[in-house]
């Protein structure tokens, strides 16, 4: 059962949206899919029992037939390029770039389009015109270039920036990256974070939905509890709904 106390403030802000006559869109991304395992089993149990449609960002120079196979049966599912081998680039003392402007742009480029060539082929109905950059970084040079290659949309972490690309991002990252402890985030934070995000939104009038952001192959009990309990609490709410990007885009 979800701890009331902790909970309330996000229970207390959906009802200032539904006060207000507004529904907040949310959606989940999840990073680094490459292949079947115990942990993206998990993920797709935990969607599926909530009716949380959820976009998966492969890995394409790591992506195979089984990966494919594995969520071809899985509704409301779709898959995005996360860059190409997930390789950083950029020398050491700056933050890790696989699409950054450490090589040519012709030879990025190339590979975005083999990139998006092969989760096309692999997740054919299933896979979304989306360019999730590794580690959420993107040389801005280059994004003039994506629609050519197929891409309408850039999804990234935190707020939208003016781009010739439409933009669907993620703005709560359920990781702790940094420090000591690597896990998952303690859940009082996730879910101040998250009231932020909504308070935001509707203080402004605002539309834009609001991005999660999980990695199965890293999650401890934490993450995994509270994605449970997030999408218990949530589903419990009129004024909100997990909308698949496909919907979103």
Do not use: Y
């Amino acid at each position: 059962m979800p701890d009331a106390d902790l909970w309330r403030p996000l229970t207390a802000e959906l009802a200032r949206w539904q006060d207000a006559g507004r529904v907040a869109d949310l959606w989940l991304r999840d990073d680094d899919a490459v292949e079947p395992s115990a942990a993206i089993d998990r993920l797709l149990a935990l969607t599926g029992q909530a009716a949380v449609p959820i976009t998966l960002a492969a890995i394409p120079a790591c992506s195979g037939r089984a990966l494919a196979e594995r969520v071809a049966a899985e509704s409301g599912l779709g898959v995005a390029v996360h860059g190409w081998s997930h390789q950083n680039h950029a020398p050491d003392g700056e933050k890790k770039q696989e699409l950054g402007p450490h090589r040519p742009a012709d030879a990025v480029l190339a590979e975005l389009a083999d990139a998006k060539i092969i989760i096309d082929s692999l997740f054919t109905a299933q896979a979304l015109p989306m360019l999730v950059p590794p580690w959420n970084r993107i040389d801005p040079a280059l994004l003039p270039a994506l629609p050519g290659l197929g891409f309408t949309t850039l999804s990234v972490f935190g707020k939208a920036a003016p781009a010739p690309i439409a933009s669907l991002n993620t703005h709560v990252d359920v990781m702790i990256w940094r420090g000591e402890r690597k896990g998952g985030k303690e859940h009082a934070a996730l879910v101040g974070e998250i009231v932020a995000a909504l308070a935001e939104r509707r203080e402004a009038g605002s539309v834009e939905p609001i991005g999660l952001l999980s990695h199965h192959l890293v999650h401890d009990e934490t993450a995994w509890s509270f994605l449970q309990v997030l999408f218990e609490v949530t589903n419990e709410a009129a004024a909100c709904r997990w909308m698949a990007a496909r919907e979103l885009m």
